[in-house]
């Protein structure tokens, strides 16, 4: 049965306009994780006893196995975790740009198919998981788009797939269909409104066709919102003394106006990357820098990993358990 959600994370104020909702309060931190070299690679993974399933989970362009310690990334892993499954993280082969190979399925071509088969049978064979462990897939940006095609790649080599987790990325042309005789697994994605480097028109239509086809799809559109103190309410370590602070400096830099209106980059609805470098620099600055920029980024629905819709990505890879 089609299931679609356009689930908006922002609540009315005065005026109607949406203001950011202050992310729900993370689930109890996961026990540390282990970094350590397997199959080849480095990776950061915690996978408890017997778990409900194993999620991998996959960088964006510039990234690596350690987007499983940022922000967002861990409120998603520690939800995940809570509920019984574990996960693991590697990098991508490609060093330079840092991106996952989205051109084939096939393990003969695609060397970091290759090496996430090569994960998976490494994680057996330490008895970390079993043969028949679920399999889910997460990942944001090109990670997004590598977290499609790794769950269709895997598909095809009889690994028990059950979910997908896409978070603004694309759905490449060789992950749209499944292999044959298989069934395309249950896509969770999130998009937003004014995201610049991949486009919610691009992916869309493509989602539209898998649920036609009788896929089970549950879409997120976030639409941009005001920005207020509790933007920045996940960033460890800020009191609401500095959560207030910050929110004056941006308005004296007139980054936004006083009610918490974007200023910047209102020629350019769809922010693009030389916005997003522009804008790194914008916040005031020390070591929490980046790590406002990037609220900014999703507070204005643009291309940022985000974990306000944790609860409804755990329960959907729930759901995905289920005969």
């Known amino acids: 049965m089609r299931l679609t ?9 005065a005026g109607g306009v949406p203001a950011v909702r202050a992310a729900d309060t993370p689930a109890p931190s996961s026990p540390a994780p282990k970094t350590a070299m397997l199959a080849g690679r480095n990776t950061i993974r915690y996978i408890p006893a017997s778990p409900k399933g194993i999620v991998y989970l996959f960088h964006g362009t510039g990234g690596s196995e350690n987007f499983a310690t940022r922000i967002h990334s861990k409120i998603v892993l520690d939800r995940l975790v809570a509920n019984g499954f574990g996960y693991a993280a590697a990098p991508s082969a490609d060093r330079t740009a840092s991106r996952w190979n989205l051109e084939s399925i096939d393990p ?4 970091d198919v290759a090496y996430m088969l090569a994960l998976h049978r490494a994680l057996i064979a330490s008895g970390e998981i079993a043969d028949q462990t679920p399999v889910f897939s997460m990942g944001m940006s090109n ?20 979910a997908i987790g896409d978070y603004m990325g694309p759905i490449p042309a060789p992950a749209r269909t499944p292999p044959p005789g298989k069934a395309y697994p249950p896509l969770f994605i999130v998009l937003g409104d004014n995201d610049g480097l991949v486009a ?10 898998l649920k ?4 089970r799809v549950e879409m997120h559109v976030v639409h941009e919102g005001l920005v207020n103190a509790d933007t920045f309410k996940t960033i460890p370590g800020l009191t609401d003394k500095d ?8 308005v004296e830099r007139k980054v936004i106006d006083a009610a918490g209106k974007r200023l910047v980059f209102k020629d350019k609805p769809k922010i693009g990357q030389a916005e997003i470098m522009q804008l790194n620099t914008m916040p005031p600055a020390g070591s929490h820098q980046r790590d406002i920029a990037n609220q900014l980024l999703i507070a204005w629905g643009s291309h940022q990993m985000r974990s306000d819709f944790a609860e409804q990505q755990v329960a959907f890879f729930v759901a995905a358990l289920k005969p």
Do not use: C, M
């Not at 959600?5 to 104020?13: G, R, S």
């Not at 003969?108 to 060397?111: G, S």
């Not at 977290?147 to 598909?155: G, K, P, R, V, Y």
């Open 212 to 215: 036609a086809s009788g896929t």
């Open 243 to 250: 959560r207030e602070e910050i929110l004056t400096a941006l």
């Open 5 to 13: 959600t356009l689930l908006i994370a922002l609540t009315l104020i």
């Open 108 to 111: 003969k071509t695609n060397v």
């Open 200 to 209: 919610k028109e691009n992916v869309e239509p493509v989602a539209d066709r």
């Open 143 to 162: 990670g997004g788009g590598f977290s499609n095609l790794f769950a269709i790649a895997a598909l095809a080599q009889g690994l028990p797939v059950k």
